[in-house]
């Protein structure tokens, strides 16, 4: 099995903590800020980061819905990072100043890809899908943020 890896990033005319704190906010923002690929989105501990657990699922394609259960942490100033105990999906979200008044805000999603014929084509589709939707996210994520 090869790792599979989506990554996007987008300049956000905010202030980095204000960019991250909504990001960090599953109580209120994020809900608001996920596209429609997501549904059934529960936080079930915690709300703001560290130590939140939060329930979703994606469907990433007509096929492929993923039942997602992440517990958030933040290792790093900045950063926060859902691991998926229902898979090896780990995504890693970063905040970094871009300027004044400016953020970029990045985000990354690794996980075990199939084998075979199934891997090639996971690891050929899957990472432009993914990084279209966490597009849209981002995008969402300004809007809410740039009021």
Same mark, same amino acid.
């Given at each position: ?26 109580? %209120? ?12 989105? %529960? ?72 084998? =075979? ?11 432009? =899908? ?18």
């Amino acid at each position: 099995m090869a790792q599979v890896e989506a990554t996007t990033e987008r300049i956000i005319a905010a202030d980095p903590e204000a960019v991250f704190d909504a990001l960090a906010d599953y109580t %209120e923002v994020r809900g608001k800020i996920l596209p429609g690929q997501y549904s059934e989105y %529960e936080v079930r501990e915690g709300g703001d980061g560290e130590g939140t657990l939060v329930h979703w699922k994606l469907q990433a394609t007509s096929k492929r819905v993923r039942d997602c259960l992440l517990e958030v942490t933040e290792p790093t100033d900045g950063q926060l990072v859902e691991k998926d105990r229902n898979s090896s999906m780990v995504t890693t979200w970063t905040v970094t100043p871009a300027g004044e008044g400016r953020a970029r805000a990045a985000v990354s999603t690794v996980w075990d890809g199939a084998g =075979g014929i199934g891997g090639f084509f996971e690891r050929t589709f899957a990472p432009k =899908g993914l990084a279209r939707i966490h597009d849209e996210l981002l995008q969402n994520l300004a809007t809410e943020v740039e009021k």
